[in-house]
């Protein structure tokens, strides 16, 4: 492998949080993956087989109901990790009995802004949780943040206004990108927010009468984050604190990150039709 450097800017923070000896364990199983926009990680109830550590990418991670309705019940970005249930036992998904070797993924995983990350095999992962109760202390900080995240969302979900939620998902996904462009469509925000795209096409034409934002096609252009941020409701707050204790509680060891060159980047892919088999990870080709 190549010795190219990372630099900071570019670290995930919960890799840079790993004690430098568990760190040289954990290097050697990464791969340095392209996550485009759209593919899918994992799926609610099927075998998790990778964990992701996002970079530059964004995940949203996704609640399906049985009439197919979706909500967005959190977002990973270079704070994280996909595929947390890797390392916190296994179970069959329809009535948690064990089933070892076996861990589901309780939600879905969808790149919504492309980028890079790195991929290991959840096994291992597991295996380093197991191994070594720095790595394990790391994870479950992380993991109990993560879930404040979720229970926020759904709070904010049941209580706040359309216009208050769109401004927060906004905000949320501001705060895991470096620019203000936000290249999705108010449909596919609808479908993660949970409501109707009229809702979410109403709310925006309001923020962008306010100069808050720009819309276009496919793209929203944030012009004055101040004025977003007065238009959300307490829980943009409440998950960046919860995240930014998280950060100030991590002990970042070790030198930059370090073995893979960003050159080489193996794809993720969706799986697709008549190529892999159904409810299965992401495969690369």
Sequence with gaps: MSTSSISHREKNQLLAAMPFDDWRHIESH?????????AT??????????????????????????????????????EGMVGVDAF?????ANNGTPATGTVMAQNSAVVVRGGHGYRMRAQSIAHHAKRSEPVMHQLLNYT??????????SACNRHHSIDQQ????????????????????????????????????????????AGVIRNGRGQISVLDRAS????????????????????????????????????????VRSPGRGGSPPCADSSMH
Excluded at 144 to 153: E, V
């Design 30 to 38: 990464l791969e340095w993956v392209e996550m485009p926009a759209g």
């Design 228 to 267: 977003l941020k007065a238009h959300s409701c307490e829980c943009h707050d409440v998950i960046r604190s919860a995240y930014d204790r998280l950060k100030n509680d991590a002990v970042l060891q070790g030198p930059p990150l370090q073995g893979i060159a960003f050159d080489q980047a193996i794809q």
């Design 88 to 92: 916190m036992g296994s179970s069959n």
């Design 166 to 209: 769109l401004a927060r998902w906004m905000l949320v996904h501001l705060d895991r990108q470096a620019d203000n462009e936000l290249h999705i469509t108010q449909e596919r925000i609808a479908g993660l927010l949970g409501v109707r795209r009229e809702g979410v096409t109403v709310a925006a034409l309001r923020l962008q009468k």
């Design 144 to 153: 109990r943040t993560l879930f404040q995240h979720m229970s926020q969302t």
């Design 41 to 78: 990680l994992q799926e609610a109830g099927c075998s998790l087989r990778h964990v992701y550590f996002p970079v530059t990418a964004a995940v949203s991670l996704i609640s399906t109901m049985l009439d197919g309705a979706t909500v967005e019940v959190a977002v990973v970005g270079s």
